[in-house]
């Protein structure tokens, strides 16, 4: 694949992402009832939209050609964005791990719902941080590609024990390390769940 044909490629991705991301958004927001978590999930909302106008204007540098204006876009406005929206998430999921805990009968449904969209929420903004510093300092592809299979095998299969590789510690490599502990922190709170529900259709047999 030629570098041009690679570049087109992966300015699509970021608007495929950043209408999957958009989506799990507008899912959570649906189902989010209690205020703690909807007050968490205000400050995500917060960052995607500040962020958004960014990362037009990265992507029309890109378009352009322009890579040393990318660069600096990347590095003071996109990067410290996303350590915030990262951020944001960490909280919003440590909180959803806590009330998944203490599911029970009533709320296994909407735990299992926000879990999946939380999931997709999470693989969109590591994408984005990806695909960006890729585009904007043209690092090798091998680590991005392993990075967006494992993404899409996550997604598939609901399978999450799956980590990746961490080879490299610049801006991609410390990518890979939150995607990593995201994906720990949703197997943690699916095997939490799945043991609760369990329970519960224990408890219910004796009912």
Avoid: C
Wanted: hydrophobic content about 45%.
């Amino acid at each position: 694949m030629g570098d041009e044909t690679q570049i087109k490629a992966e300015l699509e991705k970021i608007e495929q992402v950043a209408t999957a991301n958009d989506a799990a958004i507008a899912n959570l927001d649906k189902i989010l009832t209690d205020p703690k978590g909807r007050e968490l999930f205000t400050d995500i909302a917060k960052y995607r939209d500040k962020f958004r106008p960014f990362r037009e204007s990265f992507v029309a540098l890109i378009n352009e050609n322009n890579k040393e204006e990318a660069q600096v876009k990347y590095l003071f406005f996109i990067r410290p964005l996303l350590k915030k929206y990262f951020a944001a998430l960490d909280t919003f999921v440590n909180y959803q791990d806590s009330q998944m805990k203490a599911a029970g009968e009533n709320s296994a449904e909407v735990a299992v719902s926000s879990k999946r969209w939380i999931l997709l929420l999470s693989l969109a903004a590591v994408a984005l941080g990806i695909v960006s510093a890729w585009l904007s300092t043209r690092s090798v592809t091998r680590p991005i590609n392993a990075m967006q299979s494992t993404m899409t095998d996550i997604a598939t299969s609901q399978d999450f024990s799956r980590r990746v590789p961490v080879e490299r510690m610049d801006e991609i490599g410390m990518s890979i390390v939150a995607f990593n502990a995201m994906i720990e922190k949703i197997q943690e709170s699916s095997t939490q769940l799945k043991q609760k529900t369990a329970d519960i259709q224990a408890m219910m047999q004796y009912i």
